[in-house]
């Protein structure tokens, strides 16, 4: 074992001491969860060691444990509360529509006013379909996509999260390529190609050599690291699927409404041919996903021009269009385009705190790194920066690192995802105050590690 493994491992041996002690009751739920639910959590990623806490309630910014901690929160429900958790005019909104009706399973007016919002805020929209998750709408996206141009291969990029949906679930790990689950037929992958981000030559290879009929991107990195596109990366995209025929689908999950109020089709002035939403499109309520794209495109999916089954892409789910989320959506996203003068400010903060933490990682021997846009922070262990997920993974210093990391901040009141990647999704009501402590906890955690 190497000095700074050697004293990375007694970091994590005293703050799991300290942890350990904080948080009793949630030790207790774990060991009660582990019976009935796998892993003891419904999502394997909110599994952290030893043990995860159980949350018992969130307000704002701030969430509180079983055991009663406080922590600030960095993760806001996977990035989905723009606002904060549980904004009182979205929850008034919601609580009184319930009251007409939770999901009425016909045509309702709010979808109606929620989509020609949608179509005036994001660009290069004309219609829209929601669905029930940013799976969902990835799933869906694909196949209208394939059905537009009639081609079969799809390309993603290493590292690239867009769902659990068959057809993309691969190349978001290393060795990022076969199936990246048991019971996933590599048949279900074989017209699914990975390239890594911010690499052109491997786009313009697999562009080349396959009837491709849809590039699915994030145009950040999100799960893959909070990684930016190189400058001028998402234009040549643009260009190159333009030039073989392709279709590009620009996956704002995470990026829709947090870049800016059009994503990052706004943000990079670079047009996607399809849009896929989810998280803040339904304003912190669950069920929120949605497909966006031309007229053109989207007209296969038209069940009145087209009557045959077969001959249109199949769109539908029992929860699509529900008046909850549908409601919840459309007062944040009305609010947020009514105060369009928030992002400024929200960006120019992060990019300061990304810069901030990014001179302490130079100041601490270039242990780190930090990426990402405006309110996305990705922090890396790694030995060179990286422009991709392969890189993030590959030129590691020490996994150790980040188990440390996730703990350290957990026993400093300071909670974000995952132990194994961090990123970070702050909201818009995280003051500098907020961005400063966190800031001197990732200092002071590098002080420790690299004792000058």
């Known amino acids: 074992m190497s000095i700074l493994s050697g004293r990375i491992q007694e970091l994590i041996d005293r703050y799991a001491k300290i942890y350990m002690e904080r948080t009793g009751r949630s030790r207790e739920l774990f060991e009660r ?4 639910l796998p892993g003891g959590t419904t999502y394997q990623i909110r599994y952290f060691t030893p043990y995860p806490i159980y949350v018992t309630r969130a307000s ?48 309702n007016t709010l979808e109606v006013e929620y989509a020609e919002l949608l179509t005036k805020v994001i660009p290069n929209v004309e219609m829209v379909r929601f669905s029930n998750s940013g799976t969902e709408a990835n799933m869906y996206a694909v196949r209208l996509a394939r059905a537009y141009t009639g081609r079969r291969y799809v390309i993603k990029m290493e590292g690239g999260w867009h769902g659990g949906y068959d057809g993309l679930h691969v190349g978001v790990n290393p060795p990022f390529e076969g199936p990246e ?16 981000f911010n690499d052109l030559d491997a786009l313009e290879k697999a562009l080349r050599g396959f009837d491709v009929a849809a590039v699915i991107m994030e145009p ?61 499109v339904g304003g912190g309520y669950p069920g929120a996903g949605a497909i966006a794209s031309r007229s053109e495109i989207m007209e296969l999916l038209n069940q009145v021009k087209k009557p045959s089954a077969r001959a249109r892409s199949f769109h539908g789910g029992t929860f ?17 385009n009514h105060h369009r003068a928030l992002y400024e400010n929200f960006n120019n903060l992060w990019n300061w705190v990304r810069g901030e933490m990014d001179k302490a990682c130079e100041e601490y021997g270039r242990i780190c790194w930090v990426t990402g846009v405006g309110s996305m922070l990705g922090i890396h262990f790694t030995r060179n920066r990286p422009i991709n997920a392969r890189i993030a993974y590959i030129d590691r210093i020490d996994d150790g690192l980040y188990s440390l990391l996730h703990l350290y901040m957990r026993t400093r009141g300071i909670l974000y995802m ?30 420790e590690v690299i004792r000058k």
């Open 33 to 36: 969860a582990r019976k009935v």
């Open 60 to 107: 704002g910014v701030k969430v509180w444990d079983a055991d009663g901690n406080e922590y600030v929160d960095y993760w806001m429900g996977h990035g989905t509360h723009i606002l904060g958790h549980s904004p009182d005019f979205v929850v008034k909104a919601v609580n009184e529509a319930a009251y007409g009706g939770t999901h009425l399973g016909y045509p």
């Open 181 to 196: 689950s048991l019971g996933l037929p590599p048949e279900h992958i074989k017209y699914t190609l990975v390239v890594p």
């Open 220 to 280: 950040v990195l999100g799960s893959g690291g909070c990684i930016e596109p190189q400058p001028g990366y998402l234009k040549s995209v643009r260009e190159l699927v333009d030039r073989y025929g392709a279709l590009l689908i620009f996956d704002e999950v995470i990026t829709g409404f947090r870049l800016a109020l059009g994503g990052g089709q706004e943000l990079f002035n670079v047009r996607a041919d399809i849009v896929t939403l989810g998280k803040i």
């Open 320 to 336: 699509t269009g529900n008046r909850i989320t549908l409601t919840a959506g459309y007062a944040l996203i009305s609010y947020l």
């Open 418 to 447: 995952t132990e194994h990647t961090a990123h970070l999704l702050p909201s818009m009501i995280h003051t500098g105050d907020h961005a400063r402590a966190l800031m001197e906890e990732f200092k002071n955690l590098l002080s």
